[in-house]
């Protein structure tokens, strides 16, 4: 499981994508503070729900359905259609990202070969970044 410390900075990356610096607006830290502490008691609070329902199903692993009824039961089913589709997304996300790992396991070289390569082009690069200084 992630630290407390790196969930915050996810959720104030989210902010600050959420309100870019160009819009000329910012948040007030004690503002910033109890949104990332709604974010997180939410959170909480459908993981709970979700894992209380998939328990009861005596299962070993929340699936999406769990979170789609933990949304409804809590009164939150306004927000069901988009949740789906941004798991969806994810799910296409996840697709390319194995069909490059694929790629890498295509090449033929073992990860040892691969890494002999890495260091040869650091090795390279920094023999040409060396002469021209």
């Given at each position: 499981?992630t630290?407390?410390y790196l969930?915050?900075?996810?959720?104030?990356?989210?902010?600050f994508q959420?309100?870019p610096?160009?819009?000329?607006?910012?948040?007030?830290?004690?503002a910033r503070d109890l949104?990332i502490?709604?974010?997180?008691?939410?959170?909480?609070?459908?993981s709970?729900?979700?894992n209380?329902?998939?328990?009861?199903e005596?299962?070993k692993?929340i699936?999406?359905?769990?979170?789609?009824?933990?949304?409804?039961?809590?009164?939150?089913g306004d927000y069901?259609p988009?949740?789906?589709a941004?798991a969806?997304?994810?799910?296409?996300q996840?697709k390319?990202r194995e069909k490059?790992?694929?790629k890498?396991?295509?090449?033929g070289?073992?990860e040892?070969?691969l890494?002999r390569q890495q260091q040869?082009?650091f090795?390279?690069?920094?023999?040409?970044?060396?002469?021209?200084s």
């Open positions: 499981m630290s407390p969930k915050v900075l996810y959720l104030e990356t989210v902010v959420i309100l610096a160009s819009s000329g607006q910012t948040f007030a830290k004690d949104l502490e709604c974010c997180v008691e939410f959170i909480t609070l459908i709970s729900e979700a209380d329902i998939s328990e009861k005596a299962k692993t699936a999406c359905e769990h979170i789609e009824k933990a949304l409804t039961d809590l009164g939150f069901v988009d949740v789906l941004v969806e997304e994810h799910k296409e996840l390319t490059k790992v694929n890498m396991e295509q090449s070289l073992t040892e070969e890494l040869e082009l090795r390279s690069a920094g023999e040409k970044y060396n002469a021209g």
